[in-house]
């Protein structure tokens, strides 16, 4: 398949809950609780989120892509985005926090359009798509313990495109 074909058989995938059932929870507010924080590599987005949740008397966990599971220490997780059993295993030690939200930065790592290739694509879609899936599924899994599939999620990416 050459660059074109890949290109032209792109999908976007909109989800929306509606409103009368779950209004959003506003990213900072007064209810303490604790985030998990998929920090960003390139920009320190995550790192800056963290610290001023800290500043805020919040409690969070950073955890960033790198080739395997490793409990770095009790803020900071490192997990490989494309193993799912990584998010298990990192979604099972988080029983003794209380989820607020999750604030997911990872697509900030993103390559840029302008250097993206269809192999470079493929790529991207593993560690920054891929890796929201397992996320979800294993907050599914563990979901049938606790409320965590309750938490809120947030998606920030770079570049988006408006629809409509």
């Known amino acids: 398949m050459d660059?074109?074909?890949?290109f032209s058989q792109q999908a976007v995938?909109?989800?929306?809950?509606?409103?009368?059932?779950?209004?959003?929870?506003?990213?900072?507010?007064?209810?303490?609780?604790?985030?998990?924080?998929?920090?960003?590599v390139r920009g320190g987005v995550g790192k800056e989120l963290s610290q001023k949740l800290q500043n805020q008397g919040e409690r969070?966990?950073?955890?960033?892509?790198?080739?395997?599971?490793?409990?770095v220490n009790e803020e900071e997780f490192r997990i490989n985005p494309r193993n799912s059993?990584?998010?298990?295993?990192?979604?099972?030690?988080?029983?003794?926090?209380?989820l607020k939200g999750i604030v997911y930065l990872w697509g900030l790592d993103g390559t840029p359009v302008d250097n993206l290739s269809s192999e470079?694509?493929?790529?991207?879609?593993?560690n920054y798509c891929g890796s929201v899936l397992y996320l979800i599924q294993g907050l599914l899994e563990a979901d049938k313990s606790?409320?965590?599939i309750d938490t809120p999620i947030y998606l920030v990416t770079h570049n988006a495109q408006p629809v409509g």
């Open 120 to 126: 470079v694509l493929e790529v991207d879609l593993e």
């Open 3 to 6: 660059e074109e074909d890949l």
């Open 146 to 148: 606790n409320n965590l």
């Open 13 to 40: 995938i909109v989800a929306q809950k509606t409103l009368e059932t779950s209004p959003p929870t506003p990213l900072i507010n007064k209810e303490r609780g604790d985030w998990l924080i998929f920090g960003d």
């Open 60 to 71: 969070f966990i950073l955890v960033y892509p790198d080739e395997g599971y490793e409990q």
């Open 85 to 98: 059993q990584d998010f298990n295993q990192l979604i099972q030690n988080l029983d003794n926090y209380q």
